[in-house]
């Protein structure tokens, strides 16, 4: 069990760097640039479906306060760091979501995006 969690991590680790490359790459705004690598940097920590799942409902408590609270209209650019984060831990939960398919601990849909690019990762290795 040691491998197969050194494994997943490993993956995982890979998907985060690449969405780093990603962000670093195609991402001009400075906001989102900062919610983009918080979200990513963010994820490392999380370990489980259930750590995901907890750290996303968060993210959107977050951006529904922000909402309500008429935040993201007087002050967008925080609005769009916030949204970026929450988009970036989506991102790697998607992929992560794809490996514990595999392993049976997962049985809802996946993207065809996350499967494409945990393909990629997987052959990579």
Same mark, same amino acid.
């Given at each position: $069990? #040691?491998? =197969?969690? #050194? /494994? @997943? ?5 890979? *998907? @985060? ?7 670093? +790459? ?5 906001? %989102? ?8 940097? %963010?994820? %490392?920590?999380?370990? /489980? $479906? ?6 996303? &409902? ?7 306060? $922000?909402? #309500? /609270?008429?935040? &993201?209209? +007087?002050? !967008? ?11 970036? *831990? ?5 992929? $992560?979501? *794809?490996?514990?398919?595999? =392993?049976?601990?997962?049985?809802? !849909?996946?993207?065809?995006? &996350?499967? =494409? #690019? &945990?393909? %990629? @990762?997987?052959? /990579?290795?």
């Amino acid at each position: $069990m #040691q491998m =197969l969690t #050194q /494994s @997943i991590e490993d993956f995982k680790n890979k *998907v @985060i760097e690449a969405g780093i490359a990603s962000v670093n +790459t195609h991402e001009k705004r400075e906001e %989102r640039i900062k919610g983009c690598l918080a979200g990513l940097e %963010r994820c %490392r920590a999380l370990n /489980s $479906m259930a750590d995901f799942e907890e750290c996303i &409902a968060r993210c959107h408590e977050n951006e529904r306060a $922000m909402i #309500q /609270s008429g935040a &993201a209209h +007087t002050d !967008p650019k925080l609005y769009w760091e916030v949204r970026c984060e929450t988009a970036q *831990v989506e991102f790697v939960f998607e992929r $992560m979501k *794809v490996i514990w398919k595999q =392993l049976g601990l997962y049985s809802g !849909p996946l993207s065809a995006h &996350a499967i =494409l #690019q &945990a393909a %990629r @990762i997987l052959d /990579s290795e």
